[in-house]
Structures are given as structure tokens and as C-alpha cells.
């Protein structure tokens, strides 16, 4: 039977690195990205003529969820990750393990700035993302499984808990 981890972290807080090295060491995973699940551009709100990635309506709920379903059939491990992976009340019923990664203000604003894939964001925009995320990256307050405030850290534990040592 297939086992599905969500991970959940503010942008930039190492959500892809966690899960590419957790499905390194399990064999028969699949990694999902959330925002390769996002809607077209038209079809999401804007702030300040901006497009807002940062809300959970950006995001394709139908094709996310059919995408895991399809890979838990696949897959013995289905890693899918994203902003908004712990949104979803369904999703968390279904998970077998939830993880979320904590990066303080501080190092999120240094990381954010640091990234050039959405070339210049003002000041009001990164504080924009944060506020999002602190809203957002856990709306129906689950106990999760583990809270990392350091994505190098030894995965022992985390795949200890999926049956793997």
C-alpha cells in the first residue's frame, strides 16, 4: 500500500530539497511539486496588478489531488509538496505523514531575495508572501508529524516513521 507524506514550509524554505532527499532514499517514490499544479494566470487573483501565487486559489486542486492519487497507485512512496500541501483537510485525513518546515522572517526575506526566478519583487510584495504564508501554510492547525527548522537534518527519524531505517 502506497504511503503519502505532504511537506508544507513558506517559499524558498527547502520543501523541493526535503523531498528530493527523501526520495532518495526510498525506493519506488515519486516527488510532486504543487506549483506545477497552479491554474493559468488568467484564472488567478492579483494584488497590486500583481499575480497572487501566494493564496490557495492559484493552485489546481482537482488535477493536484488526481495527480496523487494516480502516483499512490503507482508508487509505494508519493511525496508532494508545495505551499499549500497541508490546505487541503482530505489530503491530511489521507497522509501518512505531514512535515512542515519553519524558516524564521528573517531568513525567508534573505532566501526570497536572494531568488531571481520572478526577477525584482518590491518590499510590500515579500511581505505580502509572508503574511500569505502565515495565514495559509496550516489553516486548519494539525498537529504535524515533525516541524524541521533545518532541512539538512538527518532523516532517520522521518524515515524511521514510513517503515524505512
Not at 124 to 150: Q, Y
Request: charged share 30%; aromatic share 8%; proline share 4%.
Amino acid at each position: 500500500m502506497s504511503q503519502l507524506v505532504l511537506i508544507a514550509g513558506v517559499s524558498r524554505s527547502g520543501k523541493s530539497s526535503l523531498a528530493k532527499r527523501l526520495c532518495a532514499q526510498l525506493k519506488n517514490a515519486k516527488h510532486l511539486d504543487q506549483d506545477e499544479f497552479v491554474k493559468p494566470e488568467s484564472e488567478i487573483p492579483t494584488i497590486k496588478d500583481r499575480v497572487d501565487w501566494e493564496t490557495p486559489e492559484s493552485i489546481d486542486w482537482t488535477e493536484w489531488k488526481e495527480a496523487i492519487g494516480q502516483a499512490k497507485e503507482k508508487h509505494e512512496y508519493v511525496i508532494a509538496e508545495g505551499i499549500f500541501a497541508l490546505s487541503d483537510e482530505s489530503l491530511v485525513r489521507e497522509a501518512d505523514l505531514t512535515i512542515l518546515l519553519s524558516i524564521g522572517k528573517e531568513e525567508f526575506v534573505k532566501r526570497r531575495k536572494e531568488e531571481t526566478r520572478w526577477g525584482y519583487e518590491p518590499v510590500w510584495f515579500i511581505e505580502h508572501v509572508w503574511h500569505s504564508h502565515l495565514k495559509n501554510h496550516n489553516p486548519h492547525s494539525i498537529n504535524v508529524d515533525f516541524e524541521l527548522t533545518e532541512i539538512n537534518s538527518p532523516l532517520t527519524t522521518i524515515l524511521g516513521r514510513l517503515g524505512r531505517n
